[in-house]
């Protein structure tokens, strides 16, 4: 995912993080369903950070119950049960990582610098007319929610 690219290597310094992570991946066991497979990408990205990225994960869907036939790449069943997701998410929790406060979910090419350098949000105003609302003198900001 380019977002913790974005953040871990570009934001943070972390240059070796998808190489640490994909290391692991190498050299752990294969997890034998594509559902505890996307649970164990999850696991892993946490520990490789030393971060609790749960609520990013969260954001993207990949910590939400499902079961049904994916075509990506081919056809085939993902199954996660809430089960699992609590039994993960315990397990993160219990390893006392830091909580990634910063909303990453939103990191992207343009305004990673804004997260690398931690920048303060400077306010401008807002105006309404109609549907249509127009931003002005922000900066610094990443995402604006109504």
């Known amino acids: 995912m380019w977002q913790l690219q974005l953040y871990f290597a570009d934001a943070c310094g972390y240059t070796d993080f998808y190489k640490d992570f994909y290391e692991q991946i190498r050299i752990k066991p294969d997890k ?21 990225l749960t609520d990013f994960f969260i954001k993207w869907g990949y910590l939400t119950p499902f079961d049904g036939e994916i075509d990506d790449y081919g056809k085939g069943r993902l199954t996660v049960t809430q089960h699992q997701i609590d039994e993960i998410v315990a397990d993160i929790k219990s390893k006392n990582y830091p909580l990634v406060t910063d909303k990453i979910e939103y990191i992207c090419d343009s305004n990673k610098q804004y997260f690398k350098n931690k920048s303060s949000v400077q306010k401008g105003t807002a105006t309404k007319e109609g549907s249509t609302v127009s931003m002005s003198g922000w ?3 990443v995402a604006y929610f109504r």
């Open 32 to 52: 034998p369903t594509a559902g505890e497979q996307q649970l164990e990408f999850v696991k892993t990205v946490c520990e490789v950070a030393q971060k609790d």
């Open 139 to 141: 900066k610094n900001v």
